[in-house]
């Protein structure tokens, strides 16, 4: 099937298109390598990227792609138009140095032209127009990682989209998964998470591997191929969707908001892109969506799945999970209830939180032999993912850091997070994985009254309704450089209750000047609570400079 093929690989050093070159190459393909970077900026890249694993797993992995041609630099996709098959990552078209593929795409393919034959043809026959333009005009498939995820997993795949909780609920699902002694292939867009394709037929048969890769195969004797995971469970970004023409047994959508206008241009082209996560599913296939939210349950209605809901109340007709007070409650596909636990088990802050618990359950709901008696303590052990709304540390009156473990606090419920006050303590919320003004909305509901950090550029979208939520939660805000944060300003400014004597935001120069007027401001006006949610596009590689909360507050 790939044997002898030749495989030209965009963008080497990122997780996704090492992780396709090894794979494609254990089938015997020959792999050429595309990046701008070169020299130690690629190899550099290439350490920045693959941080999910160990240094020494990382110089293994390196060696290894470095036996593939490599082709990097200025004209690193220089002799593209020689490939049998291009594999691009899903971020392809936010590269200016890709316009030569942007340009070709058309329809899954690329389709590259002979610009010298193009100026030949006036002196040219038809007969031979018609011959070169079929040698010439070549059209090159290309695929996305998340192809071969779907093309070669043949046991229950779960995908996940939504603007937010992608990463958690991907989480989430692969840890109560393995709870219960199952095997899982996960695989999300966490940058400098590993990418798991090469793990694919892991342990299937080592010795028949051998013999089976060493030998042309045909695709109908890869597709029989067992593999050794029980389940795959896939983080669907709208990158990613938007390429995919195929479906997860199991989609779960945990919400949609504006993000990425930018890229979209529209929020109906963003919506159309998350749709294709159902679009190719079949009456034997299910969807798990939020009952909760009118717009998706009216949206997600046509397609042919099996429909799985999670929701903050009850609801008598279908199954899902749902909460009935502060218990989880369960109806499996045969109407049967069950309670399974507490959400005040939950030892993480956040409503939000709490829909992707019930998600994360709900996509369990179809493969109900899973003993969901164990459920309860699981509950108490799960974690956020780093960066979403953690509580980083404790500063006292006199600005000395507490870690979280330092002082031995921690929260189960919403409720004891809006009204705890450690006297003389500032809480700071680490919420750095919010780029979108929903995920700000959201981290400001679960956390109440704040002093919000926030900058970066904006991405096209709304922000009358996170301006809104400011005034209505008395909420002051520090900004940082960015167009985003020039924007939701002026917009504070214009909003109908805003009091221009006294203004509830600020500018500030860097993140430390920031730190410093916001340890002022809430002293003064009695905040305990400092948010550092972004917002924006930006703020982590420009403000931050690419470093982490620890670099400046400690």
């Not at 329809?107 to 010298?116: C, I």
């Not at 040698?135 to 290309?142: D, G, L, T, V």
């Not at 090469?198 to 195969?217: A, D, H, V």
Request: net charge positive; hydrophobic share 40%.
């Amino acid at each position: 099937m790939f044997k002898g093929k030749k495989i030209h690989i965009v963008s080497g050093a990122g997780t996704e298109g090492v992780a396709s070159a090894i794979f494609l190459s254990s089938l015997g393909a020959k792999i050429f390598l595309h990046d701008f970077r070169e020299g130690e900026d690629f190899k550099r890249a290439f350490h920045e990227y693959h941080t999910g694993i160990s240094a020494k797993e990382r110089v293994e992995k390196f060696q290894k792609i470095s036996k593939f041609t490599l082709l990097l630099g200025k004209n690193y996709l220089s002799k593209i138009e020689n490939a049998d098959l291009i594999v691009v990552p899903q971020s392809f078209r936010l590269y200016s140095e890709n316009q030569k593929l942007i340009d070709a795409e058309r329809d899954k393919f690329f389709e590259f032209k002979n610009k010298s034959f193009e100026k030949q043809k006036r002196t040219l026959q038809r007969s031979k127009i018609k011959t070169i333009e079929e040698n010439q005009n070549r059209k090159i498939p290309f695929k996305i990682i998340d192809d071969f995820y779907f093309e070669f997993f043949k046991n229950p795949i779960i995908g996940i989209t939504g603007t937010n909780g992608k990463t958690t609920i991907k989480r989430w699902i692969t840890s109560l998964f393995e709870t219960f002694g199952k095997k899982v292939l996960s695989s999300g867009n966490d940058r400098g998470g590993e990418q798991m394709l090469p793990k694919i037929f892991e342990n299937f048969n080592l010795n028949q591997g051998k013999k089976f890769f060493n030998r042309s195969s045909s695709k109908l004797e890869i597709q029989n191929l067992k593999n050794s995971f029980d389940f795959e469970v896939l983080e669907l970004s709208h990158r990613k969707l938007q390429f995919l023409d195929k479906s997860p047994n199991v989609a779960v959508v945990s919400n949609i908001s504006e993000d990425h206008l930018d890229e979209t241009k529209t929020f109906e082209n963003y919506v159309s892109w998350k749709e294709n996560i159902a679009k190719f599913q079949t009456k034997d296939d299910f969807l798990v969506l939020n009952f909760d939210d009118k717009f998706i349950r009216e949206r997600f209605e046509k397609f042919s799945a099996k429909k799985i809901y999670f929701s903050y109340y009850r609801f008598e007709k279908f199954p899902g999970v749902f909460l009935n007070g502060n218990m989880i409650t369960l109806r499996n596909l045969q109407g049967e209830e069950k309670i399974i636990g507490s959400v005040c088990d939950l030892n993480l802050v956040g409503i939000f939180n709490q829909l992707n618990l019930l998600a994360t359950i709900a996509s369990a709901i179809p493969f109900l032999e899973l003993d969901f008696s164990k459920i309860s303590n699981w509950i108490k052990t799960l974690k956020p993912p780093e960066n979403r709304l953690q509580i980083f540390g404790y500063l006292d009156e006199f600005d000395i850091f507490y870690s979280p473990e330092e002082l031995k606090s921690s929260f189960c419920s919403l409720e004891k997070v809006q009204n705890s006050h450690i006297s003389g303590f500032l809480t700071i919320f680490n919420n750095l994985i919010s780029r979108t003004p929903d995920s700000t909305e959201k981290a400001i509901e679960s956390i109440g009254r704040s002093l919000l950090i926030c900058g970066g550029d904006e991405k096209n979208a709304n922000l009358e309704s996170l301006a809104k939520k400011i005034l209505d939660f008395e909420i002051f805000v520090i900004f940082l450089s960015g167009s985003g944060s020039i924007k939701l300003s002026k917009i504070l400014e214009n909003m109908k209750n805003f009091n221009s004597t006294n203004k509830n935001f600020l500018f500030a120069e860097n993140f430390l000047d920031a730190m410093e007027k916001s340890k002022k401001i809430c002293r003064e006006n009695s905040f305990d609570k400092i948010l550092i949610s972004p917002t924006f596009a930006g703020f982590q590689s420009k403000i931050l400079n690419g470093k982490g909360l620890e670099s400046f507050i400690k």
